[in-house]
Protein backbone atom coordinates (compact mmCIF):
# COMPACT_ATOMS: atom_id res chain seq x y z
CA UNK A 1 0.00 0.00 0.00
CA UNK A 2 0.78 3.41 -0.30
CA UNK A 3 0.21 4.27 3.50
CA UNK A 4 2.33 6.81 5.59
CA UNK A 5 0.97 6.87 9.12
CA UNK A 6 1.41 9.34 12.18
CA UNK A 7 0.25 9.63 15.34
CA UNK A 8 -2.79 12.11 15.33
CA UNK A 9 -1.53 14.29 18.37
CA UNK A 10 1.14 15.00 20.43
CA UNK A 11 1.12 17.42 23.81
CA UNK A 12 4.46 19.10 25.31
CA UNK A 13 5.44 21.58 27.77
CA UNK A 14 7.70 24.41 26.55
CA UNK A 15 11.00 23.71 26.78
CA UNK A 16 11.07 20.04 26.55
CA UNK A 17 11.76 18.13 23.22
CA UNK A 18 9.06 16.98 21.46
CA UNK A 19 9.22 13.77 19.46
CA UNK A 20 7.09 13.24 16.29
CA UNK A 21 7.34 9.93 14.30
CA UNK A 22 6.14 8.11 11.04
CA UNK A 23 6.13 4.82 9.40
CA UNK A 24 6.28 4.71 5.62
CA UNK A 25 5.99 1.58 2.99
CA UNK A 26 7.59 2.19 -0.05
CA UNK A 27 11.68 0.58 0.57
CA UNK A 28 12.37 2.17 -2.33
CA UNK A 29 11.48 5.78 -1.17
CA UNK A 30 14.81 8.17 -1.70
CA UNK A 31 14.07 11.36 0.07
CA UNK A 32 11.86 11.41 2.98
CA UNK A 33 10.27 15.19 4.55
CA UNK A 34 8.67 16.72 7.49
CA UNK A 35 6.52 19.51 6.85
CA UNK A 36 4.91 21.97 9.40
CA UNK A 37 1.85 23.76 8.38
CA UNK A 38 0.73 26.69 10.87
CA UNK A 39 -3.04 27.26 11.59
CA UNK A 40 -4.33 29.68 8.21
CA UNK A 41 -0.82 29.34 6.47
CA UNK A 42 0.73 26.72 3.65
CA UNK A 43 3.21 23.89 4.14
CA UNK A 44 6.32 25.08 5.22
CA UNK A 45 9.29 22.64 4.05
CA UNK A 46 11.42 22.07 7.47
CA UNK A 47 13.58 19.38 6.44
CA UNK A 48 14.16 16.56 4.23
CA UNK A 49 16.71 13.11 4.68
CA UNK A 50 17.95 11.22 1.21
CA UNK A 51 17.59 7.38 2.14
CA UNK A 52 21.12 6.62 2.92
CA UNK A 53 21.61 8.94 5.61
CA UNK A 54 20.40 7.99 9.27
CA UNK A 55 20.44 10.88 10.73
CA UNK A 56 20.51 14.86 10.01
CA UNK A 57 20.47 17.62 12.48
CA UNK A 58 19.58 21.31 11.70
CA UNK A 59 19.79 23.44 14.23
CA UNK A 60 16.71 22.18 16.77
CA UNK A 61 15.67 19.82 14.64
CA UNK A 62 17.35 16.16 14.64
CA UNK A 63 15.50 13.48 12.06
CA UNK A 64 16.53 10.15 12.53
CA UNK A 65 15.81 7.08 9.69
CA UNK A 66 15.25 3.67 10.20
CA UNK A 67 15.34 2.29 6.76
CA UNK A 68 15.29 -1.39 8.47
CA UNK A 69 11.86 -0.55 10.24
CA UNK A 70 10.69 1.89 7.89
CA UNK A 71 10.78 4.37 10.54
CA UNK A 72 11.27 8.33 10.56
CA UNK A 73 10.93 10.92 13.29
CA UNK A 74 11.29 14.15 14.00
CA UNK A 75 12.80 15.69 17.64
CA UNK A 76 12.02 19.49 18.20
CA UNK A 77 14.47 20.39 20.94
CA UNK A 78 13.89 22.70 23.26
CA UNK A 79 9.91 22.88 22.22
CA UNK A 80 9.07 26.47 21.92
CA UNK A 81 5.02 27.39 21.81
CA UNK A 82 5.73 29.04 18.34
CA UNK A 83 6.28 25.44 17.32
CA UNK A 84 2.66 24.32 17.63
CA UNK A 85 1.77 23.74 14.04
CA UNK A 86 0.29 20.14 12.44
CA UNK A 87 3.39 18.02 11.30
CA UNK A 88 3.36 16.04 8.06
CA UNK A 89 5.99 13.41 7.27
CA UNK A 90 5.93 12.15 3.24
CA UNK A 91 8.05 10.09 1.19
CA UNK A 92 8.73 11.10 -2.38
CA UNK A 93 7.55 7.76 -4.52
CA UNK A 94 9.27 6.76 -7.03
CA UNK A 95 7.45 5.73 -10.52
CA UNK A 96 8.27 5.10 -14.22
CA UNK A 97 8.51 8.23 -15.31
CA UNK A 98 10.26 9.71 -12.19
CA UNK A 99 7.73 11.62 -11.39
CA UNK A 100 8.30 11.94 -7.96
CA UNK A 101 4.81 12.61 -6.03
CA UNK A 102 5.25 13.04 -2.23
CA UNK A 103 2.51 10.68 0.00
CA UNK A 104 1.76 12.08 2.75
CA UNK A 105 0.59 11.12 6.45
CA UNK A 106 -2.29 12.51 8.51
CA UNK A 107 -0.45 14.89 9.84
CA UNK A 108 0.79 15.15 14.14
CA UNK A 109 -0.63 18.19 15.71
CA UNK A 110 1.72 19.09 17.86
CA UNK A 111 0.46 21.58 21.32
CA UNK A 112 3.30 23.32 23.33
CA UNK A 113 1.85 24.12 26.73
CA UNK A 114 3.54 27.26 28.55
CA UNK B 1 12.19 35.11 -5.42
CA UNK B 2 8.27 35.10 -5.13
CA UNK B 3 6.98 31.73 -4.04
CA UNK B 4 4.01 29.44 -5.31
CA UNK B 5 1.23 32.25 -5.14
CA UNK B 6 -2.82 30.18 -4.87
CA UNK B 7 -5.82 32.15 -5.65
CA UNK B 8 -8.29 32.41 -4.07
CA UNK B 9 -7.46 31.89 -0.72
CA UNK B 10 -10.52 30.51 0.29
CA UNK B 11 -13.71 29.89 -1.94
CA UNK B 12 -17.21 29.29 -0.64
CA UNK B 13 -19.85 28.04 -3.52
CA UNK B 14 -23.10 26.13 -3.79
CA UNK B 15 -23.14 22.38 -4.40
CA UNK B 16 -23.58 22.02 -8.44
CA UNK B 17 -21.74 24.96 -9.80
CA UNK B 18 -18.30 25.59 -10.78
CA UNK B 19 -15.44 27.00 -9.48
CA UNK B 20 -11.54 27.61 -10.60
CA UNK B 21 -8.49 27.74 -8.64
CA UNK B 22 -5.41 28.73 -9.95
CA UNK B 23 -1.40 28.40 -9.09
CA UNK B 24 0.83 30.24 -9.99
CA UNK B 25 4.65 28.49 -9.40
CA UNK B 26 7.85 29.60 -9.02
CA UNK B 27 9.41 31.03 -12.44
CA UNK B 28 10.97 28.25 -14.01
CA UNK B 29 10.10 25.23 -12.46
CA UNK B 30 8.53 22.63 -14.85
CA UNK B 31 7.36 20.99 -12.29
CA UNK B 32 3.81 21.56 -10.63
CA UNK B 33 1.77 19.51 -8.75
CA UNK B 34 -1.94 19.91 -6.99
CA UNK B 35 -2.62 18.28 -4.09
CA UNK B 36 -5.88 18.07 -1.56
CA UNK B 37 -6.41 17.27 2.37
CA UNK B 38 -9.44 16.75 2.99
CA UNK B 39 -11.07 17.17 6.42
CA UNK B 40 -8.44 16.35 8.76
CA UNK B 41 -7.21 13.14 6.55
CA UNK B 42 -3.84 13.01 5.08
CA UNK B 43 -2.79 15.64 1.92
CA UNK B 44 -3.31 13.49 -1.44
CA UNK B 45 -1.34 13.79 -4.32
CA UNK B 46 -3.93 15.18 -7.41
CA UNK B 47 -1.34 15.29 -10.55
CA UNK B 48 1.16 16.37 -11.78
CA UNK B 49 2.37 18.20 -14.63
CA UNK B 50 5.76 18.66 -16.57
CA UNK B 51 5.95 21.98 -18.08
CA UNK B 52 2.30 21.85 -20.26
CA UNK B 53 1.66 18.13 -20.63
CA UNK B 54 0.15 15.73 -17.81
CA UNK B 55 2.97 13.27 -16.29
CA UNK B 56 0.57 11.61 -14.02
CA UNK B 57 -3.32 12.40 -12.94
CA UNK B 58 -3.62 9.04 -11.19
CA UNK B 59 -4.84 10.52 -7.94
CA UNK B 60 -7.74 12.75 -9.99
CA UNK B 61 -10.85 11.91 -8.60
CA UNK B 62 -13.41 12.42 -11.18
CA UNK B 63 -14.21 13.85 -14.20
CA UNK B 64 -15.26 16.72 -12.39
CA UNK B 65 -12.48 17.45 -12.01
CA UNK B 66 -9.95 19.41 -15.34
CA UNK B 67 -6.52 20.85 -14.84
CA UNK B 68 -4.64 22.59 -17.64
CA UNK B 69 -1.47 24.36 -17.57
CA UNK B 70 -0.94 26.27 -20.78
CA UNK B 71 2.22 27.50 -22.07
CA UNK B 72 3.48 25.83 -18.99
CA UNK B 73 3.35 28.41 -16.71
CA UNK B 74 0.60 28.94 -14.41
CA UNK B 75 -2.12 25.90 -13.80
CA UNK B 76 -5.50 25.85 -13.23
CA UNK B 77 -8.14 22.78 -11.66
CA UNK B 78 -11.88 23.50 -12.34
CA UNK B 79 -14.39 21.47 -10.63
CA UNK B 80 -17.90 21.37 -12.48
CA UNK B 81 -20.07 20.61 -11.11
CA UNK B 82 -18.81 20.69 -7.29
CA UNK B 83 -19.97 17.88 -4.92
CA UNK B 84 -20.08 18.39 -1.12
CA UNK B 85 -17.31 15.98 -0.94
CA UNK B 86 -14.84 18.47 -2.94
CA UNK B 87 -14.35 20.38 0.28
CA UNK B 88 -10.86 20.59 1.35
CA UNK B 89 -7.80 22.45 0.88
CA UNK B 90 -6.24 22.52 -2.55
CA UNK B 91 -2.66 22.62 -2.33
CA UNK B 92 -0.16 23.72 -5.45
CA UNK B 93 3.61 22.74 -5.41
CA UNK B 94 6.40 23.65 -7.72
CA UNK B 95 9.92 22.20 -8.27
CA UNK B 96 12.45 22.51 -10.62
CA UNK B 97 14.75 18.93 -9.28
CA UNK B 98 11.52 16.71 -8.63
CA UNK B 99 12.69 16.65 -5.52
CA UNK B 100 13.23 19.58 -3.80
CA UNK B 101 9.03 21.24 -3.39
CA UNK B 102 7.55 24.55 -2.68
CA UNK B 103 3.83 24.63 -1.72
CA UNK B 104 1.57 27.41 -1.87
CA UNK B 105 -0.72 28.26 0.72
CA UNK B 106 -3.33 26.34 -0.35
CA UNK B 107 -6.97 27.11 -1.54
CA UNK B 108 -9.79 26.41 1.24
CA UNK B 109 -12.79 25.39 -0.73
CA UNK B 110 -16.05 25.11 1.32
CA UNK B 111 -19.17 23.57 -1.06
CA UNK B 112 -22.55 23.93 0.86
Not at chain 1, 24 to 37: G, I, N, P
Request: proline share 3%; glycine share 10%; net charge neutral.
Amino acid sequence: GEDVEQSLFLSVREGDSSVINCTYTDSSSTYLYWYKQEPGAGLQLLTYIFSNMDMKQDQRLTVLLNKKDKHLSLRIADTQTGDSAIYFCAERKLRAGNTGKLIFGQGTTLQVKP
Amino acid sequence: EAGVTQFPSHSVIEKGQTVTLRCDPISGHDNLYWYRRVMGKEIKFLLHFVKESKQDESGMPNNRFLAERTGGTYSTLKVQPAELEDSGVYFCASSSTGYGYTFGSGTRLTVV
